[in-house]
């Protein structure tokens, strides 16, 4: 065997063995007569030492030792004399008796460590070295432990995994797909999945009751950072179910997840419409962890003052944030700047401080009077020594959503977004619509197969807009981490569903017609839910972004610069797909 024990292991109890291990050279000490060499693999590291007394042939070995060399080392265990309390195995060394190099290395492109000199650029370059840093490698150890445990419990729950076709047909309804060209049928195209939807809806007619998968999906968008072009979903699939009936189950799941990993135990968990979070924070999927909900003043300040701005708004709202009158001038117009950013859109910011000694200093203060600003000191709660920002706008929505731009904004600088404190909820009653500008018509806010609230059905054909969908969001710390919904099984339902959605009659055959034929032979009610793997993961791992939690990811721009990948191919390979480029460059 290339080793007896691995790098993580030995104890002091195991003084006086002979071991065999192998692994890397993470760093290499030479002192007097003396070669230290730490020796690192997937569980640990362990302290080598080469006594030039001893074996100075052996000794010179150790010394031509690189970063990174891959070796193996026989020797026996002792107690080690200046003992490392942090790590695990820094009772003992090991007292080398043969050195073998199983593989030389360069010098790596950057040092492999927790804190390494690397950039993203270059770590995702050399991706393979960058997983053998313990922070990085630890990431990968929790999904694993996450997937085991989210088998084991919806296996106990009855579920069936079932894999699903990666290359399936195209359904545009939705982000954009990536296409795969046939070979054997030139001139027509495989979209890759966005998500297993209408196959587990098939699975369910098909009797299978309970399904999951964790499974691979693609959408061709544009990235962020909780956004990969292929990301993983753990999808669920329920029959003769309703609503309650799904969200419980996979709170359950959620719980289970939450102590099992982090030993966090979730309270029973609250629910929030749509309606009320975009109210109270100006987002779908807000973060709990913080206070500084929204306060509308158009009472307060439309028409009371000489503010045109204001006089014209459709919302005025405004946060208040604790202790921060103290704001400088600078720190305020920092603020301004922020949400003028294009990535917020706002036209500008006011503020009004609520000073410590009593006083009001405002951006504001030449068209309202002293008692007005008194009023709306009143009105949002604020305190002496508070901050109060407002925002106005044209269109309510559109304005809540760049409040929330700030309010998260102010969580941030005030480090209020612990991500040791973990606030979850479901939001609830989601529009079954909505608008959008580039299409310039309605569409399916979730999917084209999302019940209607069943008191809302006779609204679809005048209101649309104002049907409500049998839809769930799980929400955690201001993160969108899974939803789902109770599904249409019912047919003139469906193509209600699709003649609102401004498809016809010919085009919902070609794209669903195997979907519309199977529900009639006697589709059960059912409902799912998905779960974004990544997100999850990353979430209870306290990570900035998902790639951090996936093996080889891909950049903001959605390539992989460690394969150069997506790249040009063969002339040859063009001609037998029978495309022909024709680049707008």
Same mark, same amino acid.
């Given at each position: 065997?290339? !080793?007896?024990?691995?790098?993580?292991?030995?104890?002091?109890? =195991?003084?006086?063995?002979?071991?065999?291990?192998?692994?890397?050279?993470?760093?290499? *000490?030479?002192?007097?007569?003396?070669?230290?060499?730490?020796?690192?693999? !997937?569980?640990?590291?362990?302290?080598?030492?080469?006594?030039?007394? =001893?074996?100075?042939?052996?000794?010179?070995?150790?010394?031509?030792?690189?970063?990174?060399?891959?070796?193996?080392?026989?020797?026996?265990?002792?107690?080690? +004399?200046?003992?490392?309390?942090?790590?695990?195995?820094?009772?003992?060394?090991?007292?080398?008796?043969?050195?073998?190099?199983?593989?030389?290395?360069? %010098?790596?492109?950057?040092?492999?460590? /927790?804190?390494?000199?690397?950039?993203?650029?270059?770590?995702?370059?050399?991706?393979?070295?960058?997983?053998?840093?313990?922070?990085?490698?630890?990431?990968?150890?929790?999904?694993?432990?996450?997937?085991?445990?989210?088998?084991?419990? $919806?296996?106990?729950?009855?579920?069936?995994?079932?894999?699903?076709?990666?290359?399936?047909?195209? %359904?545009?309804?939705?982000?954009?797909?990536?296409?795969?060209?046939? #070979?054997?049928?030139?001139?027509?195209?495989?979209? $890759?999945?966005?998500?297993? +939807?209408?196959?587990?809806?098939?699975?369910?007619?098909?009797?299978?009751?309970?399904?999951?998968?964790?499974?691979?999906?693609?959408?061709?968008?544009?990235?962020r950072a909780d956004r990969q072009p292929e990301f993983t979903q753990i999808d669920c699939e329920m029959s003769f179910v309703d +609503? /309650?009936?799904?969200?419980? $189950?996979?709170?359950?799941?959620? #719980?289970?997840?939450? !102590?099992?990993?982090?030993?966090?135990?979730?309270?029973?968990?609250?629910?929030?419409?749509?309606?009320?979070?975009?109210?109270?924070?100006?987002?779908?999927?807000?973060? $709990? &962890?913080?206070?500084?909900?929204?306060?509308?003043?158009?009472?307060?300040?439309?028409?009371?003052?000489?503010?045109?701005?204001?006089?014209?708004?459709?919302?005025?709202?405004?946060?208040?944030? @604790?202790?921060?009158?103290?704001?400088?001038?600078?720190?305020?117009?920092?603020? %301004?700047?922020?949400?003028? #950013?294009?990535?917020?859109?706002?036209?500008?910011?006011?503020?009004?401080?609520?000073?410590?000694?009593?006083?009001?200093?405002?951006?504001?203060?030449?068209?309202?009077?002293?008692?007005?600003?008194?009023?709306?000191?009143?009105?949002?709660?604020?305190? =002496?020594?508070?901050?109060?920002?407002?925002?106005?706008?044209?269109?309510?929505?559109?304005?809540?959503?760049?409040?929330?731009?700030?309010?998260?904004?102010?969580?941030?600088?005030?480090?209020?977004? /612990?991500?040791?404190?973990?606030?979850?909820?479901?939001?609830?009653?989601?529009?079954?619509?909505?608008?959008? /500008?580039?299409e310039q018509r309605l569409m399916a806010t979730h999917h084209p197969f999302t019940m209607p609230n069943p008191d809302d059905i006779?609204?679809?054909?005048?209101? @649309?807009?104002?049907?409500?969908?049998?839809?769930?969001?799980?929400?955690?710390?201001?993160?969108?981490?899974?939803?789902?919904?109770? &599904?249409?099984?019912? %047919?003139?339902?469906?193509?209600?569903?699709?003649?609102?959605?401004?498809?016809? @009659?010919? *085009?919902?055959?070609a794209q669903f017609g195997f979907l519309m034929n199977a529900f009639k032979y006697g589709a059960p009610p059912h409902a799912g839910?998905?779960?974004?793997?990544? #997100?999850?993961?990353?979430?209870?791992?306290?990570?900035?972004?998902?790639?951090?939690?996936?093996?080889?990811?891909?950049?903001?721009?959605?390539?992989?610069?460690?394969?150069?990948?997506?790249?040009?191919?063969?002339?040859?390979?063009?001609?037998?797909?029978?495309?022909?480029?024709?680049?707008?460059?």
């Open positions: 065997m290339y !080793r007896t024990s691995t790098c993580g292991e030995l104890r002091l109890s =195991d003084a006086g063995k002979e071991v065999t291990l192998a692994g890397w050279v993470q760093r290499s *000490r030479k002192m007097g007569g003396m070669t230290f060499v730490d020796l690192r693999d !997937r569980y640990g590291i362990t302290q080598l030492v080469f006594n030039e007394a =001893d074996d100075a042939t052996l000794c010179g070995d150790a010394n031509k030792l690189g970063r990174e060399y891959c070796i193996q080392v026989n020797g026996i265990v002792s107690e080690r +004399q200046s003992k490392n309390s942090k790590i695990p195995t820094g009772d003992i060394e090991i007292i080398a008796k043969g050195l073998k190099v199983l593989s030389p290395s360069l %010098t790596p492109p950057f040092t492999i460590e /927790d804190n390494t000199d690397g950039g993203d650029d270059l770590r995702m370059k050399y991706r393979y070295l960058d997983l053998r840093r313990e922070a990085v490698r630890k990431n990968l150890e929790l999904r694993h432990r996450m997937t085991i445990l989210i088998r084991n419990f $919806l296996d106990s729950q009855k579920f069936m995994e079932v894999e699903t076709p990666i290359l399936i047909g195209s %359904t545009p309804e939705g982000a954009r797909d990536f296409v795969v060209p046939s #070979r054997m049928n030139p001139g027509q195209f495989y979209a $890759l999945p966005q998500s297993p +939807q209408t196959l587990k809806q098939l699975l369910m007619v098909a009797g299978f009751d309970r399904y999951f998968q964790i499974a691979k999906c693609f959408r061709d968008e544009d990235l +609503q /309650d009936d799904v969200i419980n $189950l996979f709170e359950e799941m959620a #719980r289970h997840l939450f !102590r099992e990993i982090r030993g966090v135990e979730l309270p029973k968990l609250d629910q929030m419409t749509w309606h009320e979070a975009m109210k109270r924070f100006g987002s779908d999927k807000p973060d $709990l &962890r913080f206070g500084m909900e929204f306060v509308e003043l158009m009472d307060d300040l439309k028409g009371t003052g000489s503010f045109s701005v204001f006089d014209e708004a459709a919302y005025i709202g405004g946060i208040v944030v @604790p202790g921060c009158a103290d704001y400088s001038r600078k720190q305020l117009n920092e603020l %301004t700047d922020f949400v003028k #950013r294009p990535q917020v859109g706002a036209h500008g910011l006011v503020f009004i401080k609520y000073n410590a000694d009593g006083t009001v200093k405002s951006s504001i203060d030449k068209f309202y009077t002293a008692e007005q600003l008194q009023k709306v000191k009143e009105t949002t709660g604020a305190k =002496d020594g508070d901050l109060v920002l407002i925002l106005s706008g044209d269109n309510a929505n559109k304005t809540r959503i760049q409040l929330c731009s700030l309010r998260l904004e102010m969580g941030d600088r005030l480090g209020l977004r /612990d991500k040791n404190v973990f606030k979850c909820l479901w939001i609830v009653d989601f529009p079954l619509f909505e608008w959008s /500008d580039e006779p609204l679809l054909d005048e209101h @649309p807009e104002q049907v409500r969908a049998k839809a769930y969001d799980f929400v955690c710390n201001g993160i969108e981490v899974g939803g789902g919904s109770l &599904r249409i099984h019912d %047919t003139q339902l469906q193509e209600k569903m699709f003649e609102v959605l401004g498809f016809t @009659p010919e *085009r919902a055959e839910l998905a779960f974004g793997l990544d #997100r999850f993961v990353s979430i209870l791992a306290g990570l900035d972004s998902i790639r951090d939690c996936i093996a080889f990811p891909k950049n903001n721009s959605g390539r992989d610069v460690m394969l150069d990948a997506p790249s040009m191919i063969d002339q040859k390979q063009l001609d037998e797909l029978e495309i022909k480029l024709d680049l707008k460059l």
